[in-house]
């Protein structure tokens, strides 16, 4: 349907005021920079058609989404439907967020919980070994893949589907699962390695980011939302390694942005009622990188304070940082203080989108959010939105005394010992499989 110039202008109006900083970005760069360089060589429908002849072929296993998996489809880059899973989920954590940040897997559990969703906290995982591929290049395309599809496989004999928490090990395991379907001499030197390990290849049908399914319930959670963020800026950090990585492999939606930057965080930040603010930067890295923050850490801190927080709070007004990486976080967090020490002390918070999702509905800011692990002040964001945090702070110290004196006992997210019979029994379907290699 054509438009008239009226309806042209007011478009064009619409646009700028979602886009304040269009003008400032060369939009064939950032096509020459991401779509073309990063993309897979053949094409993500060319992967999915490969996929699906190796499993008719035999010379791979397939972990379909099933209904059981109770999928919504989204839009990707290219144009292709991506099937993301919303319930009977296998964790795979990350070492960052556990470490350094353990409000933000805390919260993502909790969310779980809250939405009634069926869930496998993987006592089995392995790191997805990202620090060698990206830090130091010590690592081979065999050993990444061997770690790849042993931590796959293990979702796949549970019956639960891959959700991916850190950024890193999704864009990595896109790679890797590019890797293991288009070059055939990986997969020769992989198979018996895996079957020592009496497994074989097996693939997830999509690589699945916990922001993309956060995304996905976002407006279910915030039925349950218990303060109000209609008065709230929140600048977004979409991480590079979850859309930079196989970049046509991310989800998009028209309703965010008009579908020109991906789905999540920002439409997740959206549809919790806050209002998304725009800044010129929102393209640059946080500053992490993983080897600059190991070699040149002093650039990691600068480039996130001058590149990302002053302009985020500058040009956007912005009173919280939204992200969905380990990294991210991390860094846009703890690098503000380095500014502080120079005087230049801006104090924007960062939150992972789990953790403003939880806070949002009620989560404490304490036991579950963790706030008190960040080097930013939470508190005053929290207070603005009209959490009590003064009384959940006491009831946390007191907790905390109790539990050094005995009088208390730890609190779980879940029973101990969740779904043992799933550490210990394997579905009838992969008993069969093993039998049939012997």
């Not at 304040?20 to 939009?27: E, I, L, N, R």
């Not at 069926?118 to 290049?137: R, V």
């Not at 859309?243 to 997740?268: F, H, M, N, W």
Request: some cysteine; overall charge neutral.
């Amino acid at each position: 349907m054509s438009m008239n110039k009226e309806q042209e202008k007011k478009l064009d109006e619409a646009i700028k005021e979602a886009f304040p900083m269009a003008d400032q970005v060369d939009w064939e760069d950032v096509y020459q920079r991401i779509i073309y360089k990063y993309s897979t060589p053949h094409g993500l429908q060319h992967v999915k058609e490969e996929l699906y002849k190796l499993e008719d072929k035999g010379e791979i296993l397939v972990h379909h989404v099933k209904p059981m998996y109770n999928p919504v489809e989204y839009q990707s880059l290219n144009g292709l439907p991506k099937k993301i899973p919303t319930t009977k989920l296998w964790h795979h954590k990350s070492c960052g967020q556990c470490g350094h940040i353990p409000g933000y897997p805390t919260s993502v559990f909790w969310i779980m919980n809250k939405l009634e969703i069926d869930y496998l906290d993987e006592p089995h995982q392995t790191s997805c070994t990202g620090w060698n591929y990206h830090a130091s290049g010590a690592s081979n395309p065999v050993a990444l893949a061997g770690v790849y599809v042993r931590n796959m496989w293990r979702a796949y004999e549970t019956d639960y589907f891959p959700l991916i928490h850190c950024g890193t090990s999704f864009g990595h395991y896109k790679e890797m699962r590019n890797m293991i379907i288009l070059h055939s001499e990986i997969r020769e030197k992989l198979r018996p390695i895996m079957r020592k390990l009496d497994m074989d290849i097996v693939v997830p049908e999509e690589v699945v980011h916990y922001s993309e399914w956060m995304y996905v319930m976002s407006k279910k959670a915030a039925q349950q939302k218990k303060y109000n963020l209609e008065g709230v800026k929140a600048a977004v950090h979409t991480p590079c390694h979850i859309y930079k990585l196989v970049p046509e492999d991310t989800i998009y939606d028209p309703e965010v942005y008009q579908g020109r930057r991906p789905a999540a965080p920002s439409g997740t930040v959206k549809n919790l009622g806050a209002k998304l603010v725009d800044y010129s930067t929102w393209w640059d890295c946080c500053g992490f990188g993983f080897r600059h923050i190991l070699t040149e850490r002093e650039f990691t801190r600068s480039f996130a304070l001058f590149k990302k927080v002053i302009p985020a709070v500058e040009e956007g007004h912005a009173d919280v940082f939204v992200t969905s990486d380990t990294g991210c976080v991390t860094t846009l967090d703890k690098s503000q203080w380095v500014g502080k020490a120079h005087g230049v002390n801006y104090n924007l918070p960062v939150l992972a989108d789990a953790q403003f999702v939880a806070l949002a509905m009620g989560a404490d800011p304490y036991t579950i959010a963790q706030i008190h692990w960040h080097a930013t002040d939470v508190e005053g964001f929290l207070r603005k939105i009209g959490v009590p945090v003064d009384d959940h702070k006491e009831k946390f110290l007191q907790y905390l005394h109790d539990l050094r004196e005995g009088k208390e006992e730890t609190q779980y997210l879940y029973p101990k010992h969740r779904k043992i019979d799933f550490y210990l029994t394997l579905p009838d379907r992969v008993k069969w499989y093993k039998s049939q290699q012997k």
